[in-house]
């Protein structure tokens, strides 16, 4: 190969049908060759100076080659020779013709570089790698190349199985490169590191910490995040990841350093860190830029569409926040973005030709994140992901897994969603989490939701391709506090004299009309509220001197206020809009004794909820056999709670 070139480049060798490629530092003035560690380099020779050009000598396996690629690099221009065809015999010496350095024309893929094993030096086949818009993966000897888009901010990898994920030196995730120019030619290299740590591991759930001020996330980083470590370090928890579910923030964008300080360096011990990926929510969006609202979120915490893999698992992280309009906001940024909820066309896109490169999906689990739920999809709101913004192609995407469990925050209370008409390889639906949020109801003095749940986050366990156990883990309080019991007959009140019961409707006139709902069937009645319960797999029963007595019917969903905590938040929270009594997802549960005995008139019972795992089969058993009279529970657990069976 000969080239008419006068100083020192880069010339990067690319053979299609070779299992061989070589990268070199060329010298053209001292006839040297310096080999680019950690490639599988071809042989070569010599550098031969002849009638002021530079010849290359290297052998090549006897065959015939539709392309022979030559690269040559000088600074940030890539320019490359295509030699369209040629055949080798064996035994013969060939000649290249001269690449001309003043007419080589311009490289299109202007992301370059390797996928390479940190321990051997060699190139890792078969990684996605990607700009945002396009994705590719690595040839067989861990190159990549890929047309970066104008708006491009990254060049990112997706971690394979069966290795670790890389953390930088605040131990977070250190998975992609901020692109200088995108266009011009980046040349970007990623070491892995092999992992012994097998297909088992721990995902940690956190639906929005949602911080709008330096108390905030102060109680963020030392309840949520020092209750995260203590549980995982406690429980004994092996291989753990956290992501968050979006809304970091609450439109304050002065917090972003901070927040990311708080979630650096968690080490559950020793040298054993958490690293937590991050979710964009809508409170994220920052309402200061009117051009690029993700740009100040990306450039603390990287990529808002990315992927990585554990195990047999694949985790897919999305932004599905739709930006509309600017608003005004009370908040630090005093602007925010409004907003509907789904994904464009150029991200349904990416999501497909980012799973078109797992491979064996039917033997994979799928873990998709986002912020805004998907439910039963949604019209020109940011409730739900909009039908008509990617709605049914994204979930029938999901479907080709084994399994696919969708990972979700933004409404500040738990929710959990079988997609019934999406089922997935092993014949299970499409289920979906909805988070309670790490701030509970916006950091309120007590550690609770806007219906009366624990702030807190979840755990999920994962053994190969399936979930098969999780729970939702209140701040503060033991794993087994997953319920509390009320009597349906008793009067509510606090100190400011609101009066109300679970089976009757009132109506307060304050800022908002308040409309706390009842409903009559649970007069009479023990009421159970179940955190993380669903309509399927949860069990609930009434026990006499442990014997059961009676099976609970669970209320179908809108049907009725949490009167109980609604009652906290007007006598004594001193809340005055309607957001506190809202009706939405039903966690509450009711039995009614016969021949009329009142819950009050009946001793010796337990209220036993029995949870079975969908997909594994594992049974867990809560009991708790104290009624819940006043508000002292939001502040700590009184100590009814057990876990059965675990």
């Known amino acids: ?58 052998p090549l396996p006897a065959g015939e080659y539709s392309d022979l690629v030559v690269h040559v690099y000088d600074g940030n221009k890539c320019l490359r020779k295509v030699v369209k065809k040629m055949t080798i015999q064996s035994g013969r010496i060939l000649n290249v013709p001269a690449v ?63 290795y670790d ?52 996330l102060n109680r963020y980083t030392t309840e949520t995040i020092a209750d995260i470590v203590s549980t995982t370090r406690n429980a004994g928890y092996k291989n753990v990841v956290a992501v968050t579910l979006g809304d970091v923030t609450f439109d304050s964008n002065n917090l972003y350093e901070s927040l990311k300080n708080s979630m650096s360096n968690v080490a559950i011990s020793g040298n054993d860190y958490i690293p937590f990926f991050q979710t964009i929510g809508n409170h994220d969006h920052d309402g200061l830029s009117q051009t690029d609202p993700t740009g100040l979120f990306q450039s603390h915490f990287g990529p808002t569409d ?9 985790i897919v992280v999305m932004d599905n926040v739709y930006e509309t309009s600017i608003s ?21 896109n990416w ?4 799973l078109s490169n797992v491979e064996n999906p039917q033997e994979k689990l799928l873990i998709f994140c986002g912020h805004i739920p998907f439910r039963a999809g949604g019209s020109n709101n940011g409730s739900n992901v909009n039908t008509d913004k990617f709605y049914s192609e994204v979930l029938s995407l999901m479907t080709q897994f084994n399994e696919a469990h969708i990972m979700i925050g933004h409404t500040h209370y738990s929710q959990n969603w079988i997609h019934a008409n999406y089922k997935c390889q092993n014949g299970k639906p499409v289920y979906e989490h909805i988070h309670g949020a790490a701030c509970g109801a916006w950091w309120s003095t007590y550690n609770t939701d806007k219906f009366g749940g624990p702030s807190g986050y979840s755990i999920y366990s994962i053994e190969g ?163 819940t009279t006043d508000y002292s529970s939001l502040e700590q657990q009184i100590g009814e709670n057990q876990l059965l069976i675990h």
């Not at 005004?328 to 991200?347: L, R, V």
């Not at 008793?490 to 109300?500: Q, R």
């Not at 819950?599 to 209220?607: I, T």
Request: glycine share 8%.
């Open 100 to 162: 001309d350095y003043n007419t080589l024309e311009q490289e299109t893929y202007t992301g370059q570089g390797k996928v390479l094993d940190a321990t051997t030096g060699k190139g890792i086949a078969g990684i996605s790698v990607s700009d945002g818009y396009t994705v590719t993966k690595t040839d067989a000897n861990g190159v990549y190349r890929i047309p970066l888009h104008s708006d491009a901010r990254f060049i990112y990898y997706s971690t394979p199985s069966g």
């Open 1 to 58: 190969m000969t080239m008419r070139i006068h100083h020192t480049l880069k010339v990067m060798l690319s053979i299609p049908g070779a299992a061989l490629a070589g990268e070199f530092e060329v010298d053209y003035e001292s006839a040297s060759i310096t080999p680019i560690e950690g490639v599988n380099q071809i042989s070569i020779s010599d550098v031969i100076i002849k009638d002021g050009k530079a010849e290359i000598v290297f």
């Open 165 to 216: 994920i890389n953390l930088n030196q605040s131990k977070t995730p250190d998975f992609y490169s901020k692109i200088a120019d995108p266009t011009q030619v980046n040349i970007v290299d990623f070491h892995l590191t092999p992992s012994d740590n097998g297909d088992n591991f721990t995902l940690i759930g956190v639906g929005d910490p949602q911080c709008s001020s330096n108390s905030e």
């Open 306 to 314: 990315y992927s990585f893999n554990v195990g047999k698992a694949h």
């Open 328 to 348: 005004s906001t009370s908040k630090p940024n005093g602007k925010k973005w409004d907003y509907q909820a789904g994904y464009t066309e150029q991200q349904y």
């Open 465 to 627: 391709n399936s979930i098969v156990d999780w729970t939702a883990k209140g701040t503060g309080r033991p794993a087994g506090y997953q319920m509390r019991v009320f009597d349906g007959n008793k009067m509510l009140t606090g100190t400011k004299g609101y009066s109300f019961n679970w089976y009757t409707t009132s109506t307060l006139l304050l800022i908002d009309e308040c409309r706390i709902k009842g409903n009559k069937n649970l007069q009479n009645a023990f009421v159970v509220q179940i955190w993380d319960d669903d309509s399927d797999n949860w069990k609930v029963e009434l026990r006499q001197n442990d014997a059961k007595i009676g099976d609970f019917t669970r209320l179908a969903d809108k049907s009725c206020s949490n009167v109980w905590a609604s009652s906290f938040f007007y006598n004594e929270a001193n809340k005055m809009t309607d957001t506190y009594c809202k009706t939405t997802v039903s966690h509450y549960w009711y039995f009614k004794p016969s021949n009329n005995v009142k819950p009050s008139e009946m001793g010796n019972w337990s209220v036993v909820a029995t949870f079975t795992n969908p997909y594994s089969g594992k049974v867990k058993q809560y009991k708790c056999d104290a009624f």
């Open 351 to 354: 999501l497909k030709a980012d």
